[in-house]
């Protein structure tokens, strides 16, 4: 199993329990590929360089994990269905 570093930008807009949900959600999903969670950092809203998907604001979400390289393409695409994340960028860590 491969070190993963994934920023997520979730919607702005959602109360404070749909940010957690979603935060939830993304928890979830790395852990149901049998990936483990080493650190969860919220960085709190942020102000877009542009838009995405309309929205100029979003709540950045760090979290550092492991999980085996043949899973990141199923949570990409897990992560691209819930509407409630604006974009995600997952890099390997040295």
Request: charged share 30%; no cysteine; net charge positive.
């Amino acid at each position: 199993m491969k070190k993963y570093e994934g920023m997520f930008i979730i919607k702005a807009d959602l109360a404070k329990e749909g940010l957690e949900k979603t935060a939830t959600q993304v928890q979830d999903i790395i852990k149901k590929q049998d990936g483990s969670l080493d650190n969860i950092k919220e960085w709190g809203k942020q102000k877009l360089a542009y838009p995405i998907k309309k929205h100029k604001e979003g709540v950045y979400y760090l979290i550092d994990f492991h999980i085996d390289t043949t899973a990141i393409a199923k949570i990409r695409r897990s992560f691209s269905l819930n509407e409630s994340i604006l974009r995600v960028l997952i890099t390997e860590q040295a």
